[in-house]
């Protein structure tokens, strides 16, 4: 995906439109600074905000991820290019936050362990030590908590039996047991329970 090429068709069509970018960005309730960022091809629009913005300047989303006006005759392929494209994108973003997942974890228990032994080898008040204790446990828990969240929404499971991939909710992960990634749940699909694990594709094998 072409963000410069992207970048000059949203201020083309912005410009075709007679709005500014604090205009747009007024509109979308964000910062013109934000749509400076999209147009020199920095960034791209949030797909919360997509949308709008598509409407707001006369195109359709596939236009706006090609970044330039689409005929009906190459419609589907640009549209089928796009889809692939999102595809990658999230699936290279989920890696990214799988990685950060162990990183946080690794923070908590850095946290913890380096409370716990200020709190054993130096000669602070009683109340202190429990209060660095317990501030050890918050943030050690909190990371868990975060970390959960991440893998959670980033990826998908893979049932055993019928290979479904899916999202399932907080509470399922939190509550199955689990051999790192790979946790015991029920598939919605199936309905068996099995050892499913994680896999960054929904494309269900």
């Not at 509109?27 to 400076?36: C, E, F, G, P, Q």
């Not at 946290?111 to 032994?117: E, G, K, V």
């Amino acid at each position: 995906m072409n963000t410069v090429k992207i970048g000059k068709f949203i201020a083309i069509q912005r410009k075709a439109q007679n709005l500014t970018q604090t205009d747009l960005a007024e509109k979308l309730n964000i910062t013109d600074r934000a749509v400076s960022k999209w147009e020199r091809g920095i960034s791209m629009p949030d797909s919360s905000i997509m949308l709008e913005l598509c409407k707001l300047l006369d195109i359709n989303v596939n236009e706006l991820l090609t970044g330039e006006k689409i005929n009906m005759e190459n419609y589907n392929e640009n549209a089928e290019k796009n889809l692939v494209e999102l595809k990658k994108q999230k699936e290279a973003s989920d890696k990214r936050l799988l990685q950060a997942e162990i990183w946080i974890v690794v923070f908590g228990m850095l946290c913890l362990f380096a409370l716990i032994a200020v709190a054993a080898f130096t000669n602070l008040p009683d109340w202190a030590k429990v209060v660095m204790l317990v501030a050890g446990t918050i943030v050690f828990l909190s990371a868990c908590m975060f970390a959960l969240k991440i893998e959670q929404v980033a990826g998908y499971y893979e049932c055993k039996y019928c290979h479904h991939r899916y999202v399932p909710t907080y509470k399922q992960v939190n509550l199955a047991m689990h051999m790192g990634r790979t946790r015991y749940m029920k598939c919605p699909k199936c309905g068996k329970k099995s050892w499913h694990k994680k896999v960054l594709s929904d494309s269900e094998e």
